[in-house]
């Protein structure tokens, strides 16, 4: 009897160790799956900081590396962050960090943007700022940041001087081109009007006026010729035809061509060379038109009893023409400039008997660079100019070359 | 408004008058610039600006009243509130003389140049940089810096009384000149009276800071 009043609370025991025993089984088996589950979690967690990390720092090297000059601030109108391209442009430094916009960038119509995109009806707005004292424009566009409260302003900075000076050259071209086409056009009108009267009763004077009319309508003609063919050039329509040429004989039978001239003009012309063949990949024709406009530039500015000298070299992969003159000279700040369309250093230094059309440099600049070769200028006033241009050159086995004869007209 | 709005307040009226100061310094600049080029519309374009330097003194004036009447500010804040409310008068009377050069630019379009403009745009630059400084000199709280310009202005007087002398010799050498060396005069005189303006400002950021409502010896006539 005590026997089974033992067994009971035994049984009982056993009952609850087995119940034990599975149910933390269970929980075990639980816990294994929980920690699996926290452990797939956290890598899940991990791969996104390492993806969010990896696009906060595409981020921050966009914003590093841009040009454009980005700055922010808060709702205060204090700054919080400056890229880099804003520290050059603005002079700021990190203790600038934390200090009102107006007190580290002082200008009064950008504070004024970033006032009204905070406070205004239109979240993001742009204007043109110009510093004072300082040739730039500069195109701010400011946009808000945070909803209804706002938190911030982010603000772009562009440097817009280099678009206006190309605008301005633009309109100074259209005003040239009017003027040099307007020029001819009302000589040749006077003197057609002065025959109509009775111009046409003196013959000797009339057969001069219609001799001048003649050479203005030529000049005309080069005129709106050249400027064409600038235009097919700089719209990249022209069509070269790049061939193997002998560089030094195509020079030497261009300058051949132009000696009568400048016997004309009282201007002893030479051409100098080696006596190899120098291989160039390029149009001869244009390459034609480019020694001549050279030539033609050199006799411009070269009074009578001067020289022009035509000279080939090469050297290392490239070829080099130069055209040297015994002329008036180019002062040095106009160097720069000698190659833009229309660009006079001053308008009496060129001679009267040759006025030209004020393009020349500049077909032969854009047909250089067409044919992967470069253009430059030495001079010093009244010591003459020295003009030359390159061509790569061609490492090749003559052998391989087309007859010239066939390539150079 | 508690304390640290107050404070952010003060801020923002710091703010606030820095921005009009480096707009009427541009104005300065945009004035003179027009005068040398004899650029009609820039001068009327520049005039015109001077209704924003106008709007930002008023802003100025209602947000210094409204300090003064919520607020009761004590010692250097009293000071900076007080001090805030003459500088935006003075900043806006330079805007005035501004204005004044494009009104005297226009005027002069229609006649020849009397004379290559040499001194007025030097008085410029330098009433300019004295008013460059003297904001400088506010924002940092620099009593010292604000008696050095204060000092400063006898360059200007000295360049004006230069001008004076010149143009009175073409006046009384050549009697057509009268009027536009005239125009001249007035130009001149209007920058010197921008520079007595930044004198007072000066004056006005030492008393700030130091209390101060005297500076040792007379002010430079």
Known sequence: MTLWLWLGPIAAGIVLLVLLAVTSGRHYRQRLRLQRQVHLLQQHVHQANEASAFVESINQSFIHQAPTAMLLVDENSKLTFANPAAERRFHLSPVHIGLPLIQVVRDHDLDQLVRRVLHGLAPAEAIEIRPPGQDLVLRASAQRIGGQAPRGVAIVVEDLTELHRLEAVRREFVANVSHELRTPLATVKAMVETLQLDGLADIPHALRYLADINREIDHLATLVHDLLDLSRIESGRLELQPRWIDLRRVVEETVDKLVPRCREAGLAISCGSSAEAVLVLADPTRTQQIVQNLVDNAMKFTPPGGTVAVSIDAADSQARVTVRDSGVGIPEEDQPRIFERFYKVDKGRARQDNPGTGLGLAIVKHLVSAMGGEVGVQSSLGRGSSFFFTLPLVRGRIETLEPLEEVVA | ?221
């Open chain 2, 1 to 221: 408004m508690i304390r640290h709005t107050f404070v952010d307040a003060l801020e923002r009226l710091q703010q606030d008058l820095l921005s009009m100061g480096v707009a009427v310094e541009k104005q300065i600049e945009l004035a003179v610039d027009a005068l040398k080029q004899r650029d009609v519309a820039a001068a009327e374009r520049t005039a015109a600006g001077d209704a924003e330097v106008d709007r930002m003194r008023y802003e100025i004036e209602e947000v210094c009243i409204e300090l003064f009447a919520t607020q009761n500010p004590m010692a250097s804040d009293l000071r900076t509130v007080a001090s805030a409310l003459i500088i935006a008068n003075e900043l806006e009377r330079m805007g005035d003389y501004a204005e004044g050069i494009c009104k005297l630019t226009v005027k002069m379009a229609g006649e020849p140049p009397l004379k290559p403009l040499i001194d007025i745009p030097r008085m410029s630059t330098i009433a300019q940089a004295m008013l460059r400084r003297c904001l400088q000199a506010f924002v940092d709280r620099d009593a010292a810096a604000a008696e050095v310009i204060w000092r400063e202005d006898d360059t200007l007087d000295e360049l004006y009384h230069q001008i004076l002398r010149e143009l009175l010799s073409f006046m009384i050498e050549e009697p057509g000149t009268i009027t536009r060396a005239t125009y001249l005069l007035w130009v001149a005189h209007n920058l010197e009276r921008i520079g007595d303006r930044v004198s007072n400002i000066a004056e006005r950021v030492i008393y700030m800071v130091t209390g101060r409502l005297r500076i040792g010896s007379a002010p430079p006539s």
